[in-house]
């Protein structure tokens, strides 16, 4: 067999045994209460009932009382939390009044999921044209993959992943909403590559696969006949062959539809290859076949009970899909609202913006008649272009002044008149997760400093890079953590999450590599306790487990690791002792950096090794990958939260031997397919935010030093870390204290800030910025779904925040420019003296909000050669940038881009 063929019989090999392990396959804990989400209700929440003969103006399929599925389906209800004004998000979707999921058999194999479950997919066409909606559902892409320069099925074909694409006399096509009527739909079946006849196709890759479609291939229903899950929608940006929101199918419409299937315990078609059940054999418990009188397996019957549920949804030889309900989901449009010409205004900085901006953006265009264009970028990016008069308003959590600077940047910050206006509460970061198993969906995962600093430094023996199947070690952790093969064998698991079973190991997913004012908040929760901040200085924890050498400041002893030669073997010296290398951590001044004492803005990939270590070893494969491929980051904190709710790491772990990089060089390692329902286990850290919005689980985290205080991102545990508020750094932006949250406060929560650079900016300029801020934190600080609200995941501003924000706006609009030298005075300023100059303290007297119009400049500035990263592109060719991506449909939402006003990311 070739390489290829074995490692595809080994992954298929691999996710059988993941599916046959799946008994509870999103099965949801009953006993768990769910956690919060912003999937939550909405006042476009609908309730349908299967028996329900329309939904809104939805007609839904008849039902025949005649029909064997009739008594399956009687009591079964479908709440959905969100209906309209829908972005790329997740929904809720809950499911009562079916039976218990039950596992089966075929005579030819056990199937977990046999009996009881629902399926869901999102269309784009006419519910009533039977003919051809099912052709519009996006459904199939857990059917294929690409593996080498091919197309394969990812599982075999009697696994109960089966979908349209199948082999045989069955093919489902898929229409794409963008392509005229008169060209065909992409067929579902594979095709003889017309670049290599030797190998197969599947065309329908071209549109969506396993790591796109939002299709949700089976979940099962709990004891009480419940279950729920969240459902990502997705608009033309995440999928153009959909068009939800474009409009391309009418100027008017942006309508797509959300389409459940439930699946019973009856039979519904035919027996056969491509049909209803691949064996289709009647099995007794034991999953022996029951024979016929005259000795010959007994195939299923049309309308048989306790049936194995096989087959497609959406195959027309079977009656499954006469069953479905079928939800309207009305998007928000994908095109800016505002007319072409509008003045244009920039604003750079924090992602922890972006939910509430992708909200605000349409309702200031509409009420002021501006296009408020906003480029998400690292807080440290931001304050540089601001600081340089790139931009006239940023957004950040952390004054001015804050890093390293060059000599330039320190200049102009002396001579910089500058405002800041309170925006936004959030929860900050968060650690969401996704979590399935044998035993079904868990949502009540806990995580203490320490905890979290031991994933966020590899040091567990599964986080490294280390080829599959090559029997190699990971030999510079400590022999503690190499016997931690499995997340589970940690006693500091097992002490916060006794419910983790599975033996799966999570894969973490972390923003970046750009720098963020909350993940520096991140850290200092980390540092504040006194066992994490010990742990990151070298220390063992009280099992023996230690930091990864790579994360510990550079020069210090401990910060070393063996050195290995070309074979992977590691060297040795004259005396057989193991030689080693100084590594660790530094800042950009090369000066060692300690992550128990100073926080990092990043969350760095520090340890080196590459995988396979014996590249002689495998002579197809050119490169070896590390760190980043093995676990890359995700783009920003929405794609964190996307590929959260997908469980898809992105892991770059199959060597593509036919993959083509450059002239004359061929060969790469490419990304392996999404965790499959049933077994996943994902880790992440997004912003509160963006959690909400993808409905994701958030865990609690321990306040410091505090074991068993553990707290969310709760509107009540943001509020309560209102009450530590401190002045960072002498300026009038202030940030919640980590060692001072009292035990009801979410130690993360972060204060956004609008900063105006007054005196680069112009009149106009500033008028509009005032007139933003004035909006955003009024009827922008009210909660809901509509535009121009605060989405779920923020705190509406305090009165006194608000008041403040009013000040900065007035002092903003009120600005009157210093004379140049040798100028006479136009007026006085109204702007209140620099922070340490005579007369500036008495304006931050006794608490409370900082006068309005308070300006600040860094005294305490650090002056470097060094120089921060900045973004060279000018803001009309950044804004040029969004408007094509729109128009074009670009789907490239994760990155940091300009946007004409709509929701950032989709």
């Known amino acids: 067999m070739s390489r290829i063929g074995s490692l595809l019989a080994v992954r298929l090999l691999s996710l059988a045994i993941a599916a046959s392990s799946a008994v509870g396959l999103v099965l949801v804990n009953p006993s768990i209460a769910p956690a919060a989400q912003a999937a939550t209700a909405s006042d476009s929440e609908v309730s349908i009932k299967w028996t329900d003969a329309t939904v809104g103006d939805v007609a839904q399929p008849r039902r025949d009382p005649q029909s064997p599925h009739y008594g399956d389906f009687t009591h079964l209800e479908v709440v959905v939390s969100q209906t309209k004004g829908l972005i790329d998000q997740g929904i809720d979707v809950r499911v009562s009044g079916m039976s218990q999921t039950q596992p089966g058999s075929d005579g030819l194999r056990a199937i977990p999921l046999a009996m009881n479950f629902v399926q869901a997919m999102q269309c784009w066409g006419d519910p009533a044209d039977e003919a051809t909606f099912r052709e519009t559902c996006q459904w199939g892409g857990w059917a294929m ?33 963008n392509a005229a009527a008169d060209v065909p739909p992409v067929t579902g079946n594979s095709i003889v590559s017309p670049k290599n006849p030797a190998l197969r196709e599947w065309p329908l890759v071209s549109l969506f696969s396993a790591s796109t479609s939002n299709e949700v291939p089976g979940v099962g229903i709990n004891a009480d006949g419940t279950t729920h899950f969240p459902f990502e929608v997705q608009s033309a940006l995440q999928a153009p062959q959909l068009g939800c929101g474009s409009g391309v199918r009418s100027t008017a419409s942006q309508r797509c539809y959300l389409v459940i299937v439930p699946r019973g315990s009856h039979f519904g078609g035919e027996v056969g290859e491509g049909k209803c059940a691949v064996g289709g054999y009647v099995a007794d418990e034991y999953g022996s076949r029951i024979p016929n009188p005259d000795g010959s397996d007994r195939q299923y019957r049309p309308g048989e009970a306790n049936a194995v549920q096989e087959g497609s949804p959406l195959n027309p030889k079977c009656d499954y899909w006469n069953n479905r309900v079928v939800v309207p989901l009305d998007f928000e449009p ?59 308003l940023a957004f950040m959590s952390d004054p001015l002044g804050t890093g390293i600077l ?3 940047e320190s200049e102009n910050l002396a001579t910089t008149d500058v405002v800041y206006a309170p925006i936004a509460i959030s929860g900050g970061l968060v650690v969401s997760y996704a979590y399935e198993n044998s035993a079904g969906r868990h949502e009540d995962l806990k995580f203490s400093p320490r905890l979290l600093a031991k994933l966020l430094t590899q040091s567990y023996p599964f986080q490294p890079p280390l080829y599959a199947n090559s029997g190699e070690v990971i030999d510079h952790l400590g022999a503690v953590n190499l016997r931690y093969g499995y997340f589970i064998n940690d006693p500091d698991v097992k002490a916060l999450n006794p419910k983790i079973t599975s033996s799966t190991n999570p894969k973490v997913i972390l923003p970046g590599p750009s720098s963020a004012d909350a993940i520096a908040q991140l850290w200092r929760w980390i540092q504040a306790d006194k066992e994490a901040a010990a742990w990151l200085s070298g220390e063992p924890d009280p099992w023996g487990m230690t930091v990864n050498p790579y994360y510990l400041p550079k020069k ?14 590691i060297v040795k010296d004259a005396s057989g002792k193991t030689t080693y290398r100084d590594v660790g951590l530094a800042s950009i001044d090369d000066t060692p950096l300690n992550l128990a004492t100073t926080p990092p803005s990043s969350f760095p990939k520090a340890d080196e090794t590459l995988a396979p270590k014996n590249m002689s070893s495998y002579p197809e494969i050119r490169t070896p990958y590390g760190s980043q491929q093995f676990s890359p980051y995700s783009e920003n904190l929405l794609s964190t939260a996307r590929d959260t709710i997908r469980a898809n790491p992105h892991v770059k772990t199959e060597w593509d031997r036919y993959k083509f990089v450059s002239d004359g060089v061929i060969g790469d390692w490419v990304s392996i397919a999404p965790q499959p329902p049933g077994n996943k286990f994902i880790i992440s850290v997004t912003d509160s935010a963006s959690a909400e919005r993808y409905g994701l689980n958030v865990a609690p985290l321990q306040l410091p030093n505090r074991p068993g205080v553990f707290v969310g991102p709760t509107p009540e545990g943001m509020t309560a870390a209102l009450g530590t508020l401190v002045p960072v750094a002498g300026s009038p932006i202030k940030q919640p204290d980590v060692t001072r949250m009292p035990d009801t406060a979410y130690p993360l929560t972060l204060l956004s800030y609008a900063a105006v650079n007054l005196t680069t900016s112009d009149a106009a300029a500033r008028k509009d910025y005032a007139l933003m801020i004035n909006q955003v934190t009024t009827t922008g600080q009210e909660r809901g779904t509509a535009r121009g609200k605060l989405p779920a995941g923020y705190l509406p501003l305090t009165d006194a925040m608000k008041a403040q924000a009013k000040n900065a706006a007035e002092a903003i609009l009120n600005y009157v420019p210093k004379p140049k030298p040798g100028a006479a005075a136009a007026g006085p300023a109204a702007v209140a003296a620099p922070a340490g100059a005579p007369g500036a303290g008495a304006q931050q007297a006794a608490g409370g909000a900082p006068a309005g119009g308070q300006v600040t400049q860094n005294a305490a500035a650090v002056v470097s050669d060094q120089v921060t990263p900045k973004f060279d592109a000018p803001l009309p060719a950044q804004a040029a940038l969004g408007v094509s991506l729109i128009v074009g449909l670009g789907g490239a939402a994760f990155a940091p881009l300009l946007m004409r006003p709509r929701r950032l990311g989709g």
Not at 147 to 155: A, C, H, M, P, R
Not at 157 to 165: A, G, K
Not at 556 to 569: C, E, F, L, R, T
């Open 334 to 392: 994908v095109t800016g609202t505002c007319p072409l010409g509008a003045k244009e205004r920039g604003m750079v900085g924090s992602q922890l913006l972006v939910g509430a901006m992708g909200s605000w953006q349409r309702a200031l265009c509409q009420s002021i008649g501006n296009v408020y264009n906003f480029v998400s970028n690292p807080d440290s990016t931001a304050r540089s272009q601001l600081l340089a008069g790139r931009a006239g």
């Open 145 to 177: 993959e690409r593996f080498g320069s091919q197309i394969e099925k990812v599982l075999p074909q009697d696994s109960w992943f089966r979908t349209q694409v199948q082999p045989g006399d069955v093919d489902v096509p898929f229409r794409d909403a």
């Open 556 to 569: 210090s002893a401990q910060a070393k690791v063996p050195i290995v030669d070309d074979h992977g073997g």
């Open 406 to 408: 060059t000599a330039r």
